[in-house]
């Protein structure tokens, strides 16, 4: 089975090819964080306009990229929700259209399920299958969810962020130290090689395996206004700010795993992309962790693809297929 996955959920532009839901057949993203720099963050207009002008050019590129034809497809896939209004409906109707003019089965699919479906694609083609059950860590500009998964479609949400997600942290902290958009990697680029010697607050909520990062922030800001002394370096404010929210989503995933006795640890969402947290992970986690490689953390379309295999049925969507901005990690939608 070939199913092409649809992603604008954001700020990037998406299409992949995955058969069978794990050999990648194409992978294309059109980011527009060069767009967003300017602005310090996705303005949501400029990024719907940006995805109506990139979508049908990068799902050529997807086919291309496969070898495929457009009849060879089985299906098409789209993320319906969670995500902008705006930019997951340019998505949805190019989806649509294409599903219709092609005659191909309509699967909608739900963004953060679909980031921990990444780790069930085999770019290399010796990746073994997460077994079940699993704990899933979901990192992203948007979210930060811990959820146990039982099995395909099987999937209770164990804690979240009560504030900031893990990669708006990133992303504010990197505004307040004077980094560009998006935050993470620019965070992650400046702090490599620094051991630091401040030490910034964690937020630990007791045994809840809910999340806090908005404090951290704070803390940062206090720190970049020499409120605590003189300011230390970037690269040693950055390396606190990445130890501390490393060392807080380590800790708890690894302690919600050994809990839940599950058999797998898996690592997904933009913030996956960073390598001091999957060390951290690796070396803490009592059970085997997967990570997607990084251009599978970050939004995508193959992990639609990949995810719309698993959920077929549950994802058969009607022409009304509407988006969800709101959509929880454990919700199926109506899809109609
Ligand atoms: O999953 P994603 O591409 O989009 C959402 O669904 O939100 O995640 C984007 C987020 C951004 O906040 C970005 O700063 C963060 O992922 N990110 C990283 C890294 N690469 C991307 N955070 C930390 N380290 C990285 N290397
Ligand atoms: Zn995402």
């Known amino acids: 089975m070939r199913i092409l996955g649809i992603e604008t959920s954001c700020d990037e532009t998406a299409a992949g090819i995955v058969e069978d839901g794990r050999r990648l057949r194409a992978n294309v993203v059109a980011s527009q964080a060069a767009m967003h720099d300017r602005y310090g963050g996705v303005v949501p207009e400029v990024a719907s306009r940006q995805h109506l002008e990139a979508i049908l050019p990068v799902v050529q590129a997807a086919l291309q990229e496969s070898g495929y034809a457009w009849r060879d497809l089985d299906a098409i896939a789209v993320t319906a929700g969670p995500g902008l209004a705006?930019?997951?409906?340019?998505?949805?109707?190019?989806?649509?259209?294409?599903a219709y003019a092609w005659d191909k089965?309509?699967?909608?699919?739900?963004?953060?399920?679909?980031?921990?479906?990444?780790?069930?694609?085999?770019d290399t083609g010796s990746k073994e299958e997460p077994p079940f059950p699993l704990l899933g860590l979901i990192v992203s500009g948007g979210h930060t969810d811990l959820v146990l998964m039982e099995g395909h479609g099987r999937i209770r949400r164990l804690g979240r962020t009560r504030d900031d997600a893990a990669g708006e942290a990133f992303d504010k902290a990197a505004r307040l130290l004077g980094l560009g958009f998006p935050g993470g990697p620019q965070i992650e680029r400046v702090a490599a090689d620094t051991k630091a010697s401040l030490r910034l607050?964690?937020?630990?909520?007791?045994?809840?395996?809910?999340?806090?990062?908005?404090?951290?922030?704070?803390?940062?800001?206090?720190?970049?206004r020499g409120e605590r002394?003189?300011?230390?370096?970037?690269?040693?404010?950055?390396?606190?700010?990445?130890?501390?929210?490393?060392?807080v989503l380590a800790t708890k995933a690894a302690r919600a795993a050994r809990r839940e006795g599950v058999r797998g640890v898996l690592l997904s969402g933009g913030v996956a992309?960073?390598?001091?947290?999957?060390?951290a992970l690796a070396e803490r986690s009592p059970a085997p962790v997967f990570v997607p490689p990084p251009i599978l953390c970050t939004d995508n379309g193959a992990m639609v693809a990949a995810c719309a295999a698993y959920r077929f049925e549950?994802?058969?969507a009607g022409w009304d297929l509407d988006v969800t901005p709101s959509l929880a990690v454990d919700e199926t939608g109506v899809w109609g």
């Open 86 to 98: 705006g930019t997951l409906l340019v998505g949805v109707s190019a989806a649509k259209a294409l």
């Open 105 to 122: 089965p309509l699967i909608a699919v739900n963004h953060l399920e679909a980031h921990l479906y990444a780790n069930w694609i085999d």
């Open 201 to 224: 607050p964690r937020a630990w909520l007791g045994q809840s395996d809910d999340f806090s990062f908005s404090g951290l922030k704070t803390a940062v800001l206090h720190v970049v």
């Open 229 to 247: 002394g003189p300011p230390p370096s970037v690269p040693e404010t950055a390396a606190a700010f990445q130890d501390a929210v490393v060392d």
């Open 273 to 279: 992309a960073n390598g001091p947290l999957r060390r």
């Open 314 to 316: 549950a994802g058969r």
